[in-house]
Structure formats: C-alpha cells, structure tokens
C-alpha cells in the first residue's frame, strides 16, 4: 500500500479508536463508501488538473496543477490563521456599528453631538480597514 494510503489509513485508525472508552468500527459499507468517495476524489483531482495545464497550453501536468486543482476542490485542509478570522469577524461587527451609528446621527431626530458623529465615522473606518485587511490575507493565501 502506497505511503500515502497508510497515512489516510492510520488517521482513520487513530479517530477511531480516539476514545477508548467508546472504540468505533467501519461497517464493510462505509469501507467501500470511502473507497468510492476516494476515487471519485482521486478522478475530480486529476481531471481539473489536466484542464489547468491545458488551460496555459501545456502538455505536461505538473504537482503545482495538482496542487491548485486540489485547492479548487476543496481537498485540502484550508484552515483561517487567528488573526484572518479575527480580522474578518471584529472588523465586520466594528463596521457594522460604525454605519448603524453613521445612520442613526443621520436620521434619527434630535440633536446630535460632534463625539457621536465622530465615533460613527472613526468606527466605519477602522473597522472597514481591518475587514479589508482580512479579505485581503484570505485573497493571497488563495492565490498561491
């Protein structure tokens, strides 16, 4: 068995038997469920590989094509850093308040103060730059 098959096997094995006290099985389905799931994942791979490397007229797949095709398809494990996903979350709820309160000074009656305005503003925009700045870690991680 390849390497990598027993790799893909012993972490199966380790989530199974994680509890011991609640040690699980596969049923003979769910073995020939991941077979099938595996092939299915191992052609949809291969095949967007071959048309990234037609795509730039190549008549050679190379591991950068495999590797992209499995990024495209969600194969591979993506996973946020902190701060991405602290970045997106806080600068998405500090913008948020930032235009409620911009609106609220705006039309909601009644006299308003220059703090109030300022705040809504100041709000807007740091936490516009921090969503930004989260979309744009997100957009290069992509992009390699």
């Known amino acids: 068995m390849p390497s990598n098959l027993t790799n893909a096997a012993q972490l199966i094995s380790s989530e199974l038997s994680r509890d ?6 596969l049923s003979p389905h769910a073995v020939s469920a991941l077979q099938t799931a595996h092939a299915a994942f191992l052609g949809d791979v291969g095949q967007e590989s071959i048309r ?10 190379d591991d950068s094509h495999v590797k992209e095709s499995a ?5 591979q494990r993506a996973r946020k ?7 997106n979350s806080i600068g998405g709820v500090i913008a948020g308040a930032g235009i409620a309160s911009i609106y609220a000074v705006n039309f909601a009656p009644g006299p308003h103060s220059s703090l109030e305005n300022i705040t809504g503003v100041a709000m807007a925009l740091v936490g516009g730059v921090a969503l ?9 991680k992509h992009r390699d």
Do not use: F, H
Request: charged content about 15%.
């Open 81 to 87: 850093s902190v701060v991405e996903t602290a970045l």
């Open 52 to 61: 990234i490397a037609r795509r730039a007229n190549l008549r050679t797949v």
């Open 20 to 25: 011991p006290n609640n040690v699980m099985t």
């Open 132 to 140: 930004a700045t989260g979309l744009t870690i997100s957009a290069l």
């Open 71 to 75: 990024a495209r398809l969600g194969l």
